[in-house]
Every structure is written in structure tokens, then in C-alpha cells.
């Protein structure tokens, strides 16, 4: 991203329907938690006793509000990229894409990647976790459909991805109101219980929680891995910020998501107490038998949309991702002609959904998930942070008593990071290795692909075709094609590297060059008459900027009718000449940069290449390049 995204875009117009509809998008996957985190929590604590039962909602609370509340609606998401969120949108106004730096920016390069990597871990896990959760409802109604719960996880799962074709605007408008009916559910189930007992209140005090943790050392860490399972999702706050907008967001979250979860969540607790004990925490205990068809329907529908939060953020991250130069390119489209940041990334869906799919064969429960969720999130929570008090450092005005303020902030971020951090850290032998598998497999896919894209600009460094040296020797005596031919450059190139290697290799020019940049605006389409514009660079040499909009098929050769007819060309004769290099592999490749680099070979061939969006006819394509060995 450029530098020039560094001034933070506005938040998008506030309407009720845009604040529905990021409730039908960014919280999901918080709002879907009480289905599981009090019942989780509470068991970690050894029982349902009071002291228990006030600690864990102390707990569940203060995170909430810490967390989720303070961290992400207050601070973080007051930070933007051109509108964007998430931990790659922090690198880029940090400017860690660039490839040259100081030890520290590579540093926080390593940071960010990992950070990313581990919420593409969490992509896997989560929306698994969430419909398991709430299709083992059915269990309740009726103990012979047990069986049926991962076939029936498997037909929502594989509908879930394969919506995403149709848009994340489509899927908010009927999701949003999907999520209000849940959020009113969930208040509604919670607050007979707490107007019946509403000596729960006491645990808004955090003294219940902090005595739980003194007086049971032994289970304390596994108790706050638990209640990070309330706050799990919180991080979508971020990465959907352009989607939505701050302002939309932090409304939905101050007005309707927050209370309706601290009131079940407090219902639960209630009628615990109520119940002296008896009860293990079940969230389907706060209704009545004959409403649970209802409730376990509606439930499975709002762990749809937890998954739908993830997949949101999935696609934001990937395509920045992209951008920035970390991941190999890959196809990436826009979905709506009034948000920009709407995108759809096939490639990516389908290997996330395939290894989702698998997940929920493998374990089968969502017990058996428990203990793979939340780590790669508390990870991913501890690196937006460290990149978050650096951007805020980096940009602090020099007065002392400022900067003081910002270490205080600091250091308080972090503890509270480290300190779930730790708490989920035993998970990683119970079931937390496979989200950091996962991750580690796209971390090394990462720094693969930005090690082998560093050794490629140098060995093409020396090569770069100057513009005013190509137009010299374009004008010397040399064999000449009469076809015409369109060359097509990278934007903010100034010469393409086609055109010299075909003079050093064949010394061939052709009679008519037409060197074509394609540029795409920020907006959703571009009106024919401001779409071209041709700069004469020398004779039989012109300049071709094209823009066309993020929604816009480019359809190249029709685009440039216009001008084939104007300077007299018949487009049938032309030949579209793409660069192509071609990387090799090291002939020593048993260090790891020799390895990483052998990796990288890979995935260039298989990346998906830019040109393949331009619509140029097979039969008249010449990719021009060398092979060149890393």
C-alpha cells in the first residue's frame, strides 16, 4: 500500500441498516460464545459452586469490557488504512512491505506476518468449532440424532462457503436481521433469571474474580484460557473495519451485542445459583423444552454467521496480504459497486473450506475442538497490539508527559495480552497444535515468497529497462515486425522489460508498440471518456494509461478498439507481449535460504498471473522472459 493511504479515511455513513448489517457479519463469532464459554469456563473452575460461578462471571466480564471494549472499539479501531483493518493494514501505514529496513522494521515485518498467519490458522477453526457447537443441540431434542451432527455440520459448512461467491453485502442484509433476533434472544433468555436472583449483579465486582485466581493457583491458567473464549471473535472488530466503519461498528457493539451477552451470560450464572448448583452450566437450561426446536435452529443459524465473521476478515486479510507482497498473487474479486472492500478470493476459499470440512471429520465435537481454540487468536490479538503501540509511538507528539501516557498504555495492552497468552499456552499439546500448524504452514509460505520476490529484484535490478535508453535504441537500425504489438507494464513501471530482452535477445523492435498500464481506480467504475489516456512517446511508440473501476471486467482488446481504429490498426494483428521471468532453483539448496528459495519456485509457478485478468486471446499471446537462477 502506499503511503499516501496513511490518512485515515472517514467511517462510512451510520444508518440503523449498516449497523444491522455489521451485526450480521463482524459478530458472530463473539455473539455465538455463551453458547460454550460459561459452560467451559465453569468446568475449568472446578465446579458450580458460588465462589465459582461469581469469579468466572467477574472474569467473562472485565475481559469483555477490557478487551473487546477498551483495546479494539476505543483504541484500535481508531486506526485505518485507507479505510482498511487488521494486522496487515497496521504493517502497511508502518511501511514493513517495503524490502529494505532496519533490523527492527524486519522485526515487526516478522511480527506482522506471523500475526497474520495465525489468524489464517484460526480461519480453520473457528467456523468448525461454532457450527458443531450448535448442530449438537439436536442431541437435546433427540438423543438419536447424535450420530447425524457432523453430517449435518458438513452440508452447512460446505452451503456456507460456497455463499461467498454471491457477496458479503448479500449475506449481511439476511444475516443482520438473523443476528438482531439472536442478540434478542440471548437478552431475553438471561434476564427473567437475573431479575429472580439479582444478587448475580455482584460479580461486576472484579475483587470475585482476582479471589478465584488467588485461591485456585492450580486452575487459574485453565480457567482465563476458557473465558477467552468470550472475547474470541473480538479481533473481527479490526479486521472487518472495512467493510463497515468504525462508527458502525462500535454502535453495534455498545448498543446491542455487549448488553445482550452480559445479560445471558449473567442469566446463566443466576439461574446456576438459583439452582444450588445443580446445573452444569448448559445454555440450553435457560429455556423451556418445547422451545428448543426453536432455539437450536436459531442458534445454528448464528454459528453460521460466526463463521461468516471469520471468512469476512479471511478475505481482507488475504487480499492485503497479496498487495503488500507476502503471499503469491491470486484472484481476487470485488463484490459490490458501493464498498471497495468487498471482496471474494476463490483460491482461498476453497482450500479453507476443504480443510474446515476436514476438521469437523476429524474431531467430530466440539469438545474435542475446545482445546484447539482461542490460541492462534491470542497470538494474533498480542501481535496487533505490539503493532498497534508502535504505529501510535512512531506518530506521538514529542511531549514528554505524551509519550509517558503511550508507554502506560503500552505496557497495560501487553499484560493484558500475555496474560491470556499464557493462559491458552497448555492448549498447545491438548489440541492447540493443529491452528498453529496451520499457521506456521502460511507463515513459511510467506517468508518463502517475499525471500524469493527480494532475490528476483536483484537479479533484475541490473537489467531494468530505462525508458530513455529503450526509445535510443528502438530508433537504432534493427530488424522490424510489421505486426503491431501491446506491451504490457506493471503500474509504476516506465519501460517494459519485454520490449528490451527482445532487442538483447533477437534484436527485433516492432513497427507500431503500444506500452499499456492498467490502473484501477478507487471507484466502482470509470466513464469511457476518462478512461484512456496516450502520451506519443517517439514514432511508431505511444503510451497507453488505462483506468478502469473495481468492479469492471478488463476486457483489453476491447478497451483498446477505439485506439486500434484510431491509429489505424487492425486489432487481429496484434500481439500481446507479457513479461514472464521464470525463477530456478538454487543448485544448493540444503541451507534455508536455499530451501526457502526452492519454495518459492513453486509457488511462482503456480501463482495466479495478473495477466490472466486482461481477457487476451490465447492464440496472440507472447510471454517474453528469461529463466533466472536464484
Not at 461498528?249 to 438459583?274: D, E, S
Not at 482488446?557 to 487492425?570: C, R, S, V, Y
Not at 535460504?593 to 518459492?600: D, N, P, S
Not at 519456485?601 to 490472466?612: P, Q, S, Y
Request: aromatic share 8%; proline share 5%.
Amino acid at each position: 500500500m502506499s503511503s499516501a493511504a496513511k490518512t485515515p479515511s472517514p467511517s462510512l455513513s451510520v444508518r440503523p441498516a449498516l449497523v444491522i448489517a455489521a451485526l450480521g457479519v463482524v459478530f458472530g463469532d463473539i455473539g455465538t460464545s455463551p453458547l460454550y464459554a460459561f459452560r467451559v469456563a465453569l468446568g475449568a473452575a472446578g465446579g458450580s459452586d458460588a465462589a465459582s460461578v461469581f469469579g468466572v462471571l467477574s472474569l467473562v466480564f472485565w475481559s469483555l469490557i477490557l478487551v473487546v471494549s477498551v483495546k479494539y472499539v476505543a483504541l484500535i479501531l481508531r486506526v485505518d488504512n485507507g479505510g482498511e483493518g487488521g494486522i496487515l493494514a497496521l504493517a502497511a501505514l508502518l511501511e514493513l512491505h517495503r524490502r529494505s529496513g532496519t533490523r527492527s522494521k524486519r522485526l515487526l515485518a516478522f511480527v506482522a506476518m506471523a500475526g497474520a498467519a495465525l489468524l489464517f490458522g484460526d480461519a480453520v477453526i473457528t467456523p468448525a468449532i461454532s457450527v458443531l457447537s450448535a448442530v449438537e443441540g439436536v442431541a437435546d431434542i433427540d438423543p438419536e440424532l447424535k450420530g447425524a451432527t457432523v453430517p449435518i455440520a458438513t452440508v452447512i459448512l460446505a452451503t456456507l462457503f460456497v455463499a461467498q461467491r454471491f457477496g458479503v453485502g448479500r449475506i449481511g442484509a439476511v444475516f443482520g436481521p438473523v443476528m438482531l433476533a439472536w442478540f434478542a434472544l440471548l437478552a431475553l433468555a438471561g434476564l427473567p433469571a437475573i431479575l429472580d436472583h439479582p444478587g448475580v449483579l455482584a460479580a461486576l465486582l472484579p475483587h470475585h474474580g482476582l479471589t478465584l485466581m488467588f485461591e485456585r493457583p492450580f486452575v487459574a491458567s485453565a480457567v482465563l484460557g476458557a473465558v477467552f473464549l468470550a472475547v474470541t471473535g473480538g479481533e473481527a472488530l479490526y479486521a472487518d473495519l472495512g467493510q463497515f466503519g468504525r462508527r458502525a461498528i462500535a454502535r453495534a457493539w455498545l448498543l446491542v451485542a455487549l448488553p445482550a451477552l452480559l445479560i445471558n451470560y449473567f442469566g446463566q450464572g443466576a439461574l446456576i445459583l438459583a439452582s444450588g448448583g445443580s446445573l452444569d452450566g448448559s445454555f440450553y437450561a435457560l429455556f423451556p423444552g418445547w422451545l428448543l426446536p426453536v432455539v437450536v435452529a436459531l442458534a445454528t443459524a448464528a454459528t453460521v454467521i460466526a463463521s461468516q465473521a471469520v471468512l469476512t476478515g479471511l478475505a481482507s486479510l488475504g487480499s492485503q496480504a497479496v498487495r503488500l507482497g507476502l503471499l503469491p498473487p491470486t484472484r481476487i474479486l470485488h463484490q459490490s459497486p458501493d464498498n471497495p472492500h468487498e471482496l471474494y478470493l476463490p483460491a482461498v476459499n476453497l482450500m479453507v473450506g476443504i480443510a474446515t470440512i476436514a476438521v469437523v471429520w476429524l474431531y467430530g465435537s466440539s469438545d474435542a475442538l475446545a482445546d484447539a481454540y482461542g490460541i492462534a487468536v491470542a497470538g494474533a490479538m498480542v501481535t496487533t497490539t505490539i503493532l498497534y503501540v508502535t504505529y501510535r509511538l512512531k506518530h506521538a507528539r514529542r511531549a514528554r508527559s505524551r509519550v509517558l501516557r503511550l508507554y502506560a498504555l503500552a505496557t497495560g495492552l501487553l499484560l493484558l495480552d500475555a496474560v491470556f497468552v499464557l493462559a491458552n499456552a497448555d492448549k498447545i499439546l491438548s489440541g492447540g497444535a493443529l491452528p498453529i500448524g496451520l499457521s506456521a504452514l502460511v507463515m513459511l509460505i510467506a517468508i518463502a515468497w517475499r525471500t524469493g520476490q527480494e532475490r528476483m529484484s536483484e537479479l533484475q535490478s541490473s537489467g531494468t529497462a530505462n525508458s530513455t535508453e529503450l526509445l535510443r535504441r528502438l530508433g537504432a537500425k534493427s530488424p522490424t515486425c510489421e505486426r503491431p504489438a501491446v506491451f504490457l507494464m506493471r503500474p509504476g513501471s516506465y519501460a517494459p522489460r519485454a520490449c528490451a530482452q527482445l532487442l538483447d535477445l533477437a534484436g527485433l523492435k516492432f513497427r507500431t508498440s503500444l506500452l499499456v498500464t492498467v490502473w484501477t481506480a478507487s471507484t466502482p467504475r470509470v466513464k469511457p471518456e476518462t478512461r484512456l489516456s496516450i502520451t506519443q512517446m517517439s514514432e511508431g511508440i505511444s503510451r497507453i494509461d488505462l483506468r478502469v473501476g473495481y468492479m469492471q471486467t478488463v476486457n483489453l482488446p476491447a478497451l483498446l478498439g477505439e485506439t486500434f481504429a484510431k491509429l489505424g490498426i487492425d486489432a487481429d494483428d496484434v500481439t500481446y507481449i507479457v513479461n514472464l521471468e521464470r525463477p530456478i532453483a538454487p543448485r544448493i539448496s540444503a541451507s534455508p535460504r536455499g530451501l526457502l528459495l526452492a519454495l518459492y519456485t513453486i509457488l511462482a509457478r503456480l501463482a495466479w498471473r495478473g495477466a490472466d485478468k486482461f481477457s487476451l486471446p490465447p492464440t496472440r499471446v507472447l510471454e517474453v522472459g528469461m529463466p533466472r537462477r536464484l
